[in-house]
C-alpha cells in the first residue's frame, strides 16, 4: 500500500518568514495530495490539493508543488502569521478509492 | 453549509467497556470515512462507507470494532471491548464522492481515553 514521510516533524520560524513542509509517497500511481491544517482539538481543515496532472498550485500566501518524478510534494507558506501555527498533514490518494494516507505531521509554531 | 457532526465530544471508558460515536455527514456527501488518530500521529483510516455500503474495511480490527451507516446518511462506530491501545481521536469525514469529489471534510472528532 501507499506510504508517506513527512518532514519536518517540528518547525520553528519567525513570524513573517516562508516555512517549507516537504513529503515523499512510494505509490507512483497516487494522483491526488491534499493537505490538511488541524488546530488543537479540531479536526484537519482541508487548505489546498493539488493533482497529479499539476506541478503547482498556488493560493494566496500558500503553495504546493509536485515532483512526480521524484515522488515527493511539498508545501510552502510564506510571509507566515502566528494563526499559522497548527499541525500540518500532507497526504496521497492512489486513483482507486478516495482512501487517504497521511504523513506523520508538522507541527509548525510561528514566533511573533 | 453545516459541517460534519460527531458526538460525542469527548469519552472516557476504562477497558473492556463498550463505546459507540455518531457521525453526521455534510448534507449530500455520499461517502463517509472514519478515521482513528492516535496522538502525535497522522490520521488512519478505519473504513470507508459509499451510502450505506462497505468501501474498504481492511484497516478495521473486526474482532472489536464495527460500524453502520443505515439509511446511507448518519454512521456509528462502536468498540467492544475497549482496550488501552484504543486511546485515540475518531474522526469522521465526508465528501461528495470518490469520482467527482475527492475533498475530504472532517468533524471535530471524538477523544476516546480508555483507563
Known amino acids: 500500500g501507499e506510504n508517506v514521510e513527512q518532514h519536518p516533524s517540528t518547525l520553528s520560524v519567525q513570524e513573517g518568514d516562508s516555512a517549507v513542509i516537504k513529503c515523499t509517497y512510494s505509490?507512483?500511481?497516487?494522483?491526488?495530495f491534499p493537505w490538511y491544517k488541524q488546530e488543537l482539538g479540531k479536526g484537519p481543515q482541508l487548505i489546498i490539493d493539488?493533482?497529479?496532472?499539476?506541478g503547482e498550485k498556488k493560493d494566496q500566501r500558500i503553495a504546493v508543488t509536485l515532483n512526480k518524478t521524484a515522488k515527493h510534494f511539498s508545501l510552502h507558506i510564506t510571509e507566515t502569521q502566528p494563526e499559522d501555527s497548527a499541525v500540518y498533514f500532507c497526504?496521497?490518494?492512489?486513483?482507486?478509492?478516495?482512501?487517504?494516507?497521511f504523513g506523520g505531521g508538522t507541527r509548525l509554531m510561528v514566533k511573533p | 453549509e453545516a459541517g460534519v457532526a460527531q458526538s460525542p465530544r469527548y469519552k472516557i471508558i476504562e477497558k473492556r467497556q463498550s463505546v459507540a460515536f455518531w457521525c453526521n455527514p455534510i448534507?449530500?456527501?455520499?461517502?463517509l470515512y472514519w478515521y482513528q488518530q492516535i496522538l502525535g500521529q497522522g490520521p488512519k483510516l478505519l473504513i470507508q462507507?459509499?451510502?450505506?455500503?462497505?468501501?474498504?474495511d481492511s484497516q478495521l480490527p473486526k474482532d472489536r470494532f464495527s460500524a453502520e451507516r443505515l439509511k446511507g446518511v448518519d454512521s456509528t462506530l462502536k468498540i467492544q471491548p475497549a482496550k488501552l491501545e484504543d486511546s485515540a481521536v475518531y474522526l469522521c469525514?465526508?465528501?461528495?464522492?470518490?469520482?467527482?469529489?475527492?475533498?475530504?471534510?472532517f468533524g471535530p472528532g471524538t477523544r476516546l481515553t480508555v483507563t
Open positions: 469525514a465526508s465528501s461528495l464522492n470518490p469520482v467527482g469529489g475527492y475533498e475530504q471534510y
Open positions: 505509490d507512483s500511481a497516487s494522483n491526488y
Open positions: 493539488i493533482r497529479s496532472n499539476v
Open positions: 497526504a496521497a490518494r492512489p486513483p482507486a478509492g478516495n482512501m487517504l494516507t
Open positions: 448534507s449530500g456527501h455520499a461517502t
Open positions: 462507507f459509499q451510502n450505506n455500503g462497505v468501501v474498504d
